[in-house]
């Protein structure tokens, strides 16, 4: 079975700095996808970035970029120029392309702004 | 288009009630996916539908939780009879067939508290 693991419970961030959320996932699959959700205060959960396992090339979307490590099943996330907004939870999410369709969460990662 | 509707947005309970979860997808949407979150086990599917059937239900206690959908556009998850250790937000998520890469989109949860 996948499991996803994000080791860091808690991270804080200066506004307007670089922040890196890290996650780790255990796979013996060779082709999957790969999700990092935002979850605010409202309780909302909203898909920030996606990331296919066979594209080398790391996704971007606007301020938020990931690091993708196929080898190291590593997949971090990188919010630049960090504003109020985005605080929130972050979850990492694996999804496999083998038939079954569920997303296998890691325990999240709860993000602070400092203004 | 409207996104996945789920409601009650909070129901409270007493235990030993049947309560029954409902979530509409967004129109087209061919998978339908439950999700209970708690502060101890943080996100984990109870169980997914594809075109009504279900696709994996290995994640829910089936003494108690029934899940179905009975046409294309609803869903209806029950507890009976209902324990405190059910208290937890309930997500319904839908995504649609074809390219797995689509992310499943969330409705904005239930809040259940059973006491």
């Known amino acids: 079975a996948q499991t996803v693991t994000q080791s860091q419970p808690e991270m804080s961030v200066q506004e307007a700095e670089t922040v890196t959320l890290s996650c780790t996932y255990d796979t013996s699959e060779s082709d999957y996808y790969l999700f990092w959700y935002k979850q605010p205060p409202s309780r909302q959960m909203i898909l920030v970035i996606r990331q296919e396992a066979y594209k080398q090339q790391n996704a971007t979307e606007n301020r938020f970029s990931v690091n993708f490590q196929k080898a190291a099943k590593s997949f971090s996330l990188k919010i630049s120029d960090s504003q109020l907004g985005d605080a929130a939870m972050y979850f990492c999410a694996y999804r496999s392309n083998f038939g079954n369709e569920k997303l296998t969460f890691g325990t999240g990662t709860r993000l602070t702004i400092i203004p | 288009d409207a996104g996945v509707i789920q409601s009650p947005r909070h129901e409270v309970t007493e235990m030993g009630q049947e309560v029954t979860l409902r979530c509409k997808p967004i129109?087209?949407?061919?998978?339908l996916f439950w999700y209970r979150q708690t502060m101890m086990q943080g996100l984990e599917l109870l169980v997914y539908f594809n075109n009504k059937a279900v696709m994996d239900d290995s994640g829910m206690p089936k003494d108690r939780f029934s899940a179905k959908m009975p046409n294309a556009s609803f869903s209806t998850l029950k507890i009976q009879p209902s324990e405190p250790r059910d208290s937890a937000v309930y997500f319904c998520?839908?995504?649609?067939?074809?390219?797995?890469?689509?992310?499943?989109?969330f409705g904005d949860g239930t809040r259940l508290s059973i006491l």
């Open positions: 129109s087209g949407h061919d998978y």
């Open positions: 998520a839908s995504s649609p067939e074809g390219l797995s890469n689509q992310p499943q989109h």
